[in-house]
């Protein structure tokens, strides 16, 4: 039967339904829901609607993020966690307890898929029952028939953003001290990748990589006062050797540069192999520095000030003009780079992400009605593509976090905006019908 054989059909059940609204039979357990429509103006059948689109809605959600939680979480466990139970490194209890502590951060990723997965479901199941149809001959249209999925999208949002900026990372950072504790029982120390790592006096030290004490992209601040930078060195490699009878960590650095600020001026040096570096760990905090994907909102913002006062020009060079005092300091930013970049990428970073729920929403409605397809495997796999695309381009601006001259924190905003985009166009073009 053709679109317009079904939309005569759902009118003239609609009028049927209005003429005789005393006479009402159960409704079956799986109601159709046309034949709730009494009329464009019975608020009470768009009540009706309303409150089953969101029960199908909350119930699809709540299915879908526990979905993506376990299979997100046993990715985790399977890589960091079982090998430390299998080799006895850890109890039980330690286990549960990290487990525990995965699963709030995690929702940072399921929430979103599960309101997309959903969204795209439960349309689509809408979509091919004709009940969605039936709603439009009744004279309801599709925007006031969504309004209050997407206010449960928003809701969401605010949701994501505790989750974001506040939850997530605490639990993470708690995750990440129980496996530290593990570790330094067999290891002694380490100098985890991706931290701003304050625990060795007068000296702030960052590596971006660390593959079993081969090091790569290795930074080293040495402050004068412990608060402003006296020397800068950057080397492409390092090495990192454990004295575990001595409780001392020795730094090998190779092919780099340096720039130190003696009486005002910058000296540039470049070396091949630096003398080593040694570190003693025996006072050594008993938990891990979180790293800048770990911080919290404020966190963050307190690291942001804080780097911003250590990279300040220094007083002694006072008699230079204004645009001496630029020059200098952006000369300074090319050769030394930006540390707060990576800071300001994960700042914009929490707050993007806790609009994606919103985003998706917008998205994933109209193309469940397009899809016209009740199959939860469809639906499933439209899902991932869609996250797929979106997270390309928060993996783009996290590969440039260390230049801040692409702007990286700008690209982790472009799949809201095509996403919401995108979704308003088709949902207009769904809302007429086309």
Not at 176 to 195: C, E, S, W, Y
């Amino acid at each position: 039967m053709g679109q317009r054989a079904w939309e005569l059909a759902g009118a003239r059940r609609v009028k049927e339904l209005a003429a005789d609204r005393n006479v009402r039979a159960p409704a079956p357990a799986a109601f159709s829901v046309a034949q709730c429509g009494q009329g464009a103006d019975d608020r009470r059948a768009v009540r009706t609607l309303h409150a089953y689109l969101t029960r199908q809605i909350l119930a699809a959600l709540l299915i879908t993020v526990m979905v993506f939680t376990f299979v997100l979480l046993l990715g985790n466990a399977l890589k960091e966690i079982l090998p430390l139970l299998v080799n006895r490194q850890v109890s039980l209890a330690v286990v549960v307890q990290a487990v525990g502590l995965l699963i709030p951060f995690l929702w940072v990723f399921a929430l979103p898929m599960g309101m997309l997965t959903a969204t795209l479901l439960v349309f689509g199941r809408f979509s091919a029952d004709q009940e969605l149809t039936a709603v439009r001959a009744s004279g309801i249209s599709l925007l006031s028939l969504i309004s209050p999925i997407l206010l449960l999208s928003l809701a969401l949002c605010g949701l994501s953003a505790l989750i974001n900026m506040e939850i997530g990372p605490r639990c993470r950072v708690a995750y990440n001290d129980i496996r530290f504790r593990v570790l330094m029982k067999f290891t002694g120390a380490q100098l985890p990748q991706g931290t701003f790592i304050k625990d060795f006096k007068g000296y702030i030290i960052y590596v971006g990589k660390n593959r079993s004490g081969d090091l790569q992209d290795v930074q080293a601040w040495v402050l004068k006062d412990e608060t402003n930078m006296e020397t800068y060195v950057r080397a492409a490699r390092g090495k990192l050797e454990m004295d575990v009878p001595n409780r001392r960590v020795i730094l090998h650095l190779f092919d780099g540069k340096s720039v130190t600020m003696r009486e005002g001026k910058m000296e540039f040096g470049a070396f091949t192999e630096l003398p080593p570096q040694q570190f003693d760990v025996g006072e050594r905090p008993a938990t891990l520095s979180p790293p800048i994907s770990d911080m919290t909102s404020s966190q963050l913002w307190e690291e942001l000030y804080a780097w911003e006062e250590r990279l300040k020009v220094p007083d002694s060079v006072g008699d230079l003009t204004a645009d001496q005092l630029r020059a200098k300091k952006h000369e300074l930013e090319k050769l030394v780079g930006d540390p707060t970049t990576p800071i300001r990428f994960q700042i914009h970073q929490q707050i993007a992400f806790s609009f994606a729920c919103f985003g998706f929403t917008l998205v994933g409605i109209p193309l469940g009605i397009r899809m016209h397809r009740r199959e939860t495997n469809v639906g499933i796999a439209v899902a991932l593509v869609l996250v797929a695309v979106y997270y390309s381009f928060i993996m783009l601006g996290k590969s440039l976090d260390t230049r801040a001259e692409c702007a990286p924190y700008l690209f982790v905003w472009l799949p809201n905006f095509i996403f919401q985009a995108v979704g308003a166009v088709l949902l207009w073009r769904a809302n007429r019908g086309v």
